[in-house]
C-alpha cells in the first residue's frame, strides 16, 4: 500500500521542529564532545540524542519503515525496499561544536530507493528547505520556483579547502577547477550547501567523501530543481555506500564530471 505522503511530510515538519527546540535548549548546556576517526570528525551527546529521538518517533508511529542514520541507533540496513527514512540528526557537527550555527538536520524519506520527501533544516536560522517528489522545492514553505543556469566561469562552487592541499590523486584537478570558477565557498555542512545550490545561493557543491545521510535530504531537494547530484564519475549516488559528491545546475554538471574525471583515469 502506498504510504500516505501528505500525513508523512506533516508528521516530520513536527518532529523537525521539535528536535530543532531540544538542540537549541541543549546549546545552552554543557555538552560532551568525542572525535571520531580523528580530530576533525567530532560527536556530541546531541547527535546522538537526537538521531535517537527521531528513531523512538519514526519507529513507534510508523513500525514498518526502516531507518538510516548516522550515529547508528537503528540496526545497519542493508536494503532499501519499503520505506526508508535516512537522517543526519547534526550535518556540520564541527560547526555545531565551535560556532554553534550553521549546522542543519538533514532527512529523506524514500520509497523502494526513490526519494519522495526531502528536508534540511537550519535551526539557529530558522529555515526549512523541503522537497516533495513532483511538487517542488520550498524555503519556509515558498516555492522555489527555478535556478539559473550559469557557466563555469560565473558559477560559486562549495568545497572544503582541505581537499586541495591534500597529497590526492585528484589534487591537480581540483586546483584547476577552482581556478576556473568565479569564487569558492566552504560553508562547512554538507546538507546546507546542497540546500543552497537548490536555491541559487550556490551553483555547485564537490566533496571526496560523504556518506549516504549527509546527501540524501540535498539530493532530494535538487531534483526538484532540476538540479544533478552524482558520483565524481557521473555515476547514481548509492544509499548504502559512501563515495565521492558533485552537485550543480543541470548544465553545469557534465563540465564538472569531465574535469573530476581527467584526474581519475590519468
Ligand atoms: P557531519 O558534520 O555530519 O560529520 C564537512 O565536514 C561536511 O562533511 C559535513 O557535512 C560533515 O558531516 C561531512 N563529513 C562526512 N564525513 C566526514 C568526516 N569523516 N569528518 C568530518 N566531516 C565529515
Ligand atoms: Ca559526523
Ligand atoms: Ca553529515
Ligand atoms: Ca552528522
Given at each position: 500500500m502506498e504510504p500516505n505522503w501528505i500525513e508523512i511530510e506533516k508528521q516530520a515538519k513536527t518532529w523537525l521542529v521539535e528536535a530543532g527546540n531540544k538542540i537549541k535548549k541543549a546549546l545552552e548546556q554543557p555538552f560532551t564532545i568525542d572525535a571520531k576517526s580523528g580530530p576533525d570528525d567530532l560527536v556530541t551527546d546531541v547527535d546522538k540524542s537526537t538521531e535517537a529521538y527521531f528513531y523512538q518517533q519514526i519507529s513507534s508511529t510508523y513500525p514498518t519503515h526502516h531507518f538510516l542514520g548516522e550515529e547508528g541507533v537503528a540496526k545497519e540496513l542493508t536494503s532499501l525496499s519499503g520505506t526508508v527514512w535516512i537522517i543526519d540528526p547534526i550535518d556540520g557537527t564541527m560547526n555545531f561544536v565551535?560556532?554553534?550555527?550553521n549546522f542543519a538536520i538533514s532527512m529523506g524519506v524514500f520509497q523502494d530507493g526513490v526519494g519522495k520527501l526531502g528536508f534540511v533544516y537550519d535551526v539557529i536560522k530558522n529555515e526549512l528547505f523541503h522537497a516533495v517528489q513532483g511538487e517542488g522545492l520550498f524555503v519556509n514553505d515558498k516555492k522555489v520556483e527555478s535556478v539559473k543556469e550559469r557557466p563555469l566561469e560565473e558559477a560559486i562552487i562549495g568545497l572544503n579547502a582541505n581537499w586541495l592541499v591534500e597529497n590526492h590523486p585528484l589534487q591537480t584537478n581540483l586546483i584547476e577547477l577552482v581556478q576556473s570558477c568565479r569564487g569558492t565557498r566552504s560553508y562547512g555542512s554538507a546538507a546546507l550547501e546542497m540546500a543552497y545550490v537548490a536555491t541559487d545561493r550556490m551553483d555547485a557543491y564537490i566533496s571526496l567523501n560523504l556518506s549516504p545521510w549527509d546527501y540524501a535530504g540535498g539530493a532530494i531537494l535538487l531534483n526538484e530543481v532540476n538540479c544533478l547530484a552524482s558520483r565524481f564519475d557521473g555515476s547514481t549516488l548509492s544509499l548504502l555506500d559512501k563515495g565521492t559528491m558533485v552537485c550543480s545546475k543541470s548544465n553545469l554538471h557534465q563540465t564538472l564530471v569531465d574535469r573530476l574525471q581527467k584526474g581519475a583515469s590519468e
Open positions: 565551535h560556532q554553534q550555527q
